[in-house]
């Protein structure tokens, strides 16, 4: 099995750390990767700017770097549903369409195709886990509050094989943290109070820490929580998956 | 052309055909009337609604007589009640005064605490709207589980006006705070009538 | 209301403004969310509710598909029961009928329940302008109407109001005693001056919740009886809807009874259920059927299954833009994801903020009684939007630059590198007022290398890379 680790633009630049995580908890679990190095980008900043159409160039570069592969994983709910969802390219359509199918986000990953049983990590704190958007509803990593339907985690199924952690019961189980792409910036109001209330949230159950599948999430309530001094940390859900 | 030609015109030119698709299966459900009259009374109830289980007509008459004084303008649409007849000419304006408003509706809906009147069942179409309370006489053997089982049994009745009526009239449009009696009835009382 | 012609600020400067009172931004919010849990705790009590949703959209999506033959089915029918059936192409056309009618009846004060489509179509102050006064009966409505407000949401009127400031307007306008704001009393006062007017209007207009094209009958559903009390005093019922308000079967209304008030607020059923089917004796009986733009949506795929809106509102309450932003921020009739994907359908240049003003969580979509897919159709107006100019230029040239540097891998391993550089190096050019991530939040610490860089260096030696 060859997987090829998708690194999201701002993850390379910003949190090399969640990559090198990932790339770690995959090769512990026996998956051979490799790292397609010209990659870039998901084309998401783009679309879901309304740009969809300047997105083309991204794609392309894309669907060259991906095509040769079983998998493609990535840490990243929001990029991965992304692919599934708007990777086309014209001149190779149906490269993009078996890449579309090949692309998973890592948790899910992990669950649905190595079918994780045990894992060798431990991580001994309180957690509360901010359930992104797009991986929950989008990708349907977990239940969502909305639907009568059986609850169920993949990412919690994984945190609950590490040893030590306690993931605390929020109030709000899949509240929108304000990332939301370019809104993040462009309706900074609502987006900064979103955020200021998932991260009360944490603090109210005691959490030590906030995870999450995807980091730009993370990275929004880490500049919340770093602005307001609090002594509470974010960490990627493959940081807690690859510590000991 | 007109609007409506134009209009349908327009709304010919949206017209699709797509696929027919497969509606999710649901088959009618028939609980005990125990199951159904329990979960009436607790739905009812949560709405702000009164239920009063009774065995006798004479039962109704004795709790009316209990709760309201020989004063107040007290009208009935149901023959087996020895109380004033709503009577029909006078016009609707003229039932602004009445206080009680006894009618019997055709079944009540267990889910939701609904019950099912037409015009058949009230002198003036107004009644059940303007009086200060509404009571209704609902046999228990005339209670079906959910809204689809209650349209299944109204089937293509011609009546000129049909409304599900659950609870008094109400309104939370300030903050929130449930207040009963927006503009019609301020209470409703569901008289479930179990005859031996 | 923002009078249509002209220009107003946009969702984010409204929001922004919203947001200055963070204390009322979480009554708002926790106002908002209390009733998003008594809409799950509704639907969690039916098992069967996933598959009620699932039926009323495919109710709704042949109505949408067959649309013409329910409607010419439905005229026949509300004509066989005595009923007047009035088509309008536009907002326009349908004032300029309502008036028509209401001149006929000779009268000057009328009483209108809850409606959304005459919102849409400003009917009150058209009508104010001939010289007619309406009095909205829904209570959150009459609120809003005193205060000279537009509603900030279609089944919560006046959910933006606090009891306090409610007190104070009925002290100014109904004469209630100043600092009384009990819910209760205030109810009561609202009840007595509207009871005048319901007993004094000899035209009533209420909205439609569903017309049947089986039928012929129209349904309304409120919780306050005012739709009837209107009605059922008035000499003329003048019943407004849009085109897309039709279900085939009268027996379908059995499945969209049990998801409207579940959706809205949580409750099992709204208190009244009425189903109009013929004018009272000597009563005429009106129906306006409005089009005002729906023909042309329904010609659009992307965007034609909006139409199976039910209006309950459930899409605004789990909205967590629209709880901390308020209704008014969305500039238009319909506030919240439904709204913002309606309103750009009627004038793309004024609502173009809207379809921006979301996250793309789709949470909206999950609690749609109706399983309309209103987040992607956000993410479609996007494009539509972006293609036809109407996103604004910085937004436009950044990204035009950011696409092409993520197009070629070289220019974007050099444009991180000089990028990080020039972050840790000059954090002023990022970390000022200017930066509206800087302004609440701090900018991620920078690494002092990339994972492509860390790549190179640790596993190049595995002969992984390309």
């Known amino acids: 099995m060859k997987v090829a680790l998708f690194v999201p633009c701002y993850v390379d630049q910003f949190y090399p750390q969640v990559a090198i995580a990932t790339l770690e908890v995959l090769e512990k679990q026996g998956v051979t990767v490799v790292y397609p190095a010209r990659q870039t980008c998901c084309g998401q900043p783009m679309a879901n700017s309304g740009f969809e159409h300047l997105a083309t160039g991204c794609n392309e570069n894309f669907v060259e770097n991906f095509a040769d592969c079983d998998y493609i994983v990535s840490p990243s709910g929001s990029c991965v549903l992304h692919i599934k969802d708007h990777l086309h390219v014209e001149s190779a359509e149906e ?16 669950t649905d195709i190595v079918q994780v049983k045990t894992l060798t990590s431990r991580f001994p704190h309180r957690v509360g886990l901010h359930q992104s958007c797009h991986g929950q509803r989008g990708l349907k990593l977990s239940q969502m509050s909305e639907l009568v339907a059986p609850p169920f985690s993949k990412t919690g199924q994984l945190l609950g094989l590490v040893e030590g952690l306690e993931l605390v019961q929020l109030n709000r189980a899949d509240e929108c943290c ?38 730009s999430c993370l990275m929004h309530l880490e500049g919340i929580l770093r602005r307001q001094n609090s002594p509470m940390k974010v960490v990627h859900v493959a940081e807690i998956l690859n510590a000991w | 052309m007109d609007s409506r030609d134009k209009i349908l015109q327009a709304v010919k030119a949206g017209r699709k055909s797509t696929p027919p698709q497969t509606p999710p299966v649901w088959t009618p459900r028939t609980p005990a009337i125990e199951e159904l009259t329990t979960r009436f009374e607790t739905t009812l109830t949560g709405i702000g609604g009164n239920v009063v289980r009774v065995f006798s007509w004479h039962e109704i008459i004795e709790y009316i007589h209990g709760t309201f004084t020989a004063s107040q303008r007290i009208l009935s649409a149901v023959p087996a009640l020895d109380l004033p007849a709503a009577a029909m000419p006078a016009g609707p304006h003229s039932f602004e005064d009445v206080d009680l408003i006894v009618l019997e509706p055709h079944f009540g809906v267990a889910e939701n605490g609904a019950a099912w009147l037409t015009d ?32 299944a049994r109204i089937g293509s009745e011609q009546y000129e006006l049909g409304t599900f ?4 009239s109400k309104t939370a449009d300030i903050e929130q705070s449930l207040v009963l009696g927006a503009h019609g009835p301020k209470s409703m009382t569901v008289f479930l009538l179990q005859l031996s | 209301m923002v009078s249509p012609s002209q220009p107003h600020p946009d969702h984010a400067t409204l929001a922004e403004k919203f947001n200055r009172d963070e204390a009322r931004v979480d009554w708002h919010d926790k106002t908002l969310w209390f009733i998003r849990e008594k809409r799950d705790r509704a639907a969690h ?11 009323a959209s495919q109710i709704k999506h042949r109505v949408l598909d067959n649309l013409h033959d329910y409607l010419l089915q439905f005229e026949a029918q509300a004509q066989r029961n005595g009923v007047t059936v009035h088509w309008a192409a536009t907002a326009e056309e349908h004032n300029q009928i309502v008036h028509r009618i209401i001149q006929q009846a000779g009268v000057t004060n009328i009483v209108k329940s809850k409606s959304m489509l005459t919102e849409e179509c400003h009917l009150n102050d058209y009508l104010q302008e001939k010289g007619i006064t309406v009095v909205d009966t829904d209570l959150g409505e009459r609120i809003v109407q005193l205060a000279g407000e537009p509603p900030s949401h279609i089944v919560l009127p006046c959910i933006h109001w606090k009891k306090e400031e409610i007190g104070e307007l009925f002290h100014r306008h109904l004469g209630t005693p100043a600092g009384n704001a009990d819910p209760q009393f205030l109810t009561g ?9 319901f007993m004094t209007s000899r035209v009533a207009i209420t909205g439609v919740n569903f017309a049947v094209a089986e039928t012929g009958e129209v349904v309304v559903c409120t919780n306050e009886g005012n739709a009837d009390l209107g009605v059922q005093l008035a000499d003329v019922h003048i019943a407004c809807m849009g085109i897309e308000k039709i279900i085939p079967e009268r027996k379908d209304l059995g499945i969209f009874l049990r998801l409207l008030a579940r959706s809205a607020t949580g409750q099992p059923v709204t208190t009244y259920s009425s189903h109009f089917r013929t004018p009272r004796a000597g009563q005429t009986m009106h129906i306006v059927l409005v089009d005002n733009g729906r023909s042309a949506r329904l010609q659009e795929e992307s965007f034609r299954h909006a139409l199976k809106c039910i ?38 240049k004024r609502h173009a903020d809207l379809p921006f003003a979301s996250t793309l969580c789709g949470s909206c979509t999950n609690v749609c009684p109706v399983k309309i897919n209103i987040h992607e159709q956000l993410y479609d107006w996007r494009q539509v939007l972006a293609r036809q100019g109407y996103v604004g230029g910085v937004k436009k040239i950044g990204l035009t630059g950011m696409a092409a540097v993520l197009a070629r891998p070289r220019l974007y391993r050099w444009s991180g590198t000089v990028g990080r550089w020039f972050m840790k190096s000059l954090p002023a050019l990022l970390n000022n007022k200017l930066n509206p991530w800087y302004k609440q ?9 990339s994972f492509q860089e860390w790549y190179r260096q640790n596993r190049q030696q595995h002969g992984q890379q390309r």
């Not at chain 1, 462009?186 to 999450?212: L, N, P, W, Y």
């Not at chain 2, 009526?165 to 008094?168: R, S």
């Open chain 1, 95 to 110: 490269k993009a369409a078996s890449i579309r199918r090949r692309t998973y986000e890592l948790v899910e990953f992990l």
């Open chain 1, 178 to 215: 304000g990332f939301g792409g370019t809104f993040c910036v462009a309706e900074e109001a609502v987006s900064v109070k979103m955020g200021k209330d998932r991260v009360a949230d944490h603090e109210a159950q005691g959490a030590a820490f906030i995870t999450g599948n995807d980091m």
């Open chain 2, 120 to 151: 058949s069942r009230m002198p003036d179409r107004v009644l059940p709207f303007i009086a200060q309370h509404i009571a209704l006489v609902l046999r228990v053997e005339d209670l079906v589980p959910t809204m689809q089982e209650a349209y």
């Open chain 2, 165 to 168: 009526i659950a609870g008094p």
């Open chain 3, 45 to 55: 009590t039916l098992p069967e509710w996933e598959d009620l949703r699932e039926t």
């Open chain 3, 189 to 197: 006062a609202a009840r007595a001056h509207l009871r005048e007017r």
């Open chain 3, 311 to 348: 209006r309950c509102g459930a899409c605004m309450n789990t909205c967590p833009v629209y709880r901390r932003s308020g209704g008014h921020s969305y500039h238009y009739a319909i506030a919240g994801p439904i709204g913002a994907i309606l309103a750009p359908a009627l004038d793309m």
């Open chain 3, 441 to 449: 939040r701090e900018m991620p610490a920078v690494p002092k290398q």
